[in-house]
């Protein structure tokens, strides 16, 4: 595997389910984030994690709770959601010390929440 | 006002046009200038680069970066059917502790062969 990998790929679930996005990058960066990428809306930061602390949490409900093993995986795990949360979760790697601002995105995961 | 500004289209060229596609922001302190191509399916890939005013060529792309207009555009020639994609604009400045960036909505570009 290269780069950055994301499963699953597709996800519904209810309202009451508890899922995992599971998100790993394969390119010894130190920096890993959560992005959701609704239609026609930019693309929504909602955390940053860098050498695995967590350097940001962009006012997130708590339904959304984060994980940072170490520096290679991420997730985010989900629990009792709305229908309005439905989108494409986005994860993506940068090197600190690199060229600012410039990350790499994994193909996302569609969640659709019923 | 948005930090950043972009149309979403979507826009939809014959084969072999000029394709320009624009954003504008607010925040002068952004310093560094990405374009970023997404397929449908996929994650955001990186496109351009850059973090001056200017022009920036790379093939048939053309970045260009007017930081008193506060206006990036992105012009592509002999546009393909292979380009019809999302691209989005981001915008990047560096902060304590780190760097914030902004994307743009996204343009949705379709090239018809």
């Known amino acids: 595997e290269t780069g950055v990998t994301q499963t699953p790929r597709h996800l519904v679930m209810g309202m009451t389910n508890k899922k995992s996005l599971k998100c790993e990058q394969h390119l010894g960066h130190n920096a890993m984030y959560w992005y959701k990428q609704s239609a026609k809306k930019p693309l929504e930061l909602m955390f940053v994690y860098n050498f695995k602390e967590q350097t940001e949490n962009n006012s997130v409900p708590s339904r959304f709770s984060p994980e940072c093993p170490n520096s290679s995986h991420l997730f985010l795990h989900l629990h009792t959601l709305q229908p309005e949360d439905s989108a494409l979760y986005l994860c993506a790697s940068s090197q600190r010390g690199e060229k600012v601002g410039e990350q790499f995105f994994g193909p996302g995961t569609r969640l659709t929440v019923l | 006002q948005k930090e950043v500004e972009q149309d979403p289209g979507p826009l939809s060229v014959p084969e072999g046009a000029i394709v320009s596609l624009n954003c504008t922001y607010s925040?002068?302190?952004?310093?560094?200038f990405m374009w970023y191509r997404q397929y449908s399916r996929k994650g955001p890939e990186l496109l351009m680069y850059t973090y001056s005013s200017g022009n920036k060529e790379d093939g048939r792309f053309t970045a260009q970066v007017d930081k008193s207009s506060k206006y990036i555009s992105l012009f592509i020639r002999d546009s393909q059917p292979s380009d019809s994609a999302t691209y989005l604009c981001?915008?990047?400045?560096?902060?304590?502790?780190?760097?914030?960036?902004?994307f743009g909505a996204g343009t949705r570009l379709f090239v018809k062969a």
């Open positions: 925040n002068s302190a952004f310093q560094y």
């Open positions: 981001a915008m990047s400045e560096e902060i304590t502790g780190g760097f914030k960036t902004i």
